[in-house]
C-alpha cells in the first residue's frame, strides 16, 4: 500500500508564501501523476493543482492560477506546491493523491490520498 505524507503547512500572514511537500514511505511516487487538493471547514474539496509523471505538464484550478506552482524532483521522490501570495480564502487542510490518468487528475478520480497538512492564512 502506497502511503503519502504531506508537510510544509502552517499559520501565515495574507501575502505570504508556504511550500507543501508529497512524499511516499516504502514506495516511489515516479510512477505517478500526483494531484494536490484542498478542503476548508464546511466546503466541498477543491483540485488545486496536477502534474504528470515526468513533470511536463500541469494544471491548475483557476483560484491559484499566477500564485500557486507545483513541481516534482524525481530524484528526491518528492512532489511540491509552492503557494505565493496567499489569501485567507486558501486557507485549508492541503492534500496530496495519486492518479493514474493526469487528465482526469483535477476531477479528483484518484487512487491513494495522504492524510493533509493544514494551512492557515490569517493576519
Sequence with gaps: QLQLVESGGGL??????????CAASRRSLNYYTIGWFRQAPGKEREGVSCINISGG?????????????????????????????LKPDDTAVYYCATSGSY?????????????????????
Design 12 to 21: 501565515v500572514q495574507p501575502g505570504g508564501s508556504l511550500r507543501l511537500s
Design 57 to 85: 505538464m500541469t494544471n491548475y484550478a483557476d483560484s491559484v492560477k499566477g500564485r500557486f506552482t507545483i513541481s516534482r524532483d524525481n530524484n528526491k521522490n518528492t512532489v511540491y506546491l509552492q503557494m505565493n501570495s
Design 103 to 123: 487528465y482526469r487528475c483535477l476531477g479528483g478520480d484518484m487512487d491513494y490520498w495522504g492524510k493533509g497538512t493544514l494551512v492557515t492564512v490569517s493576519s
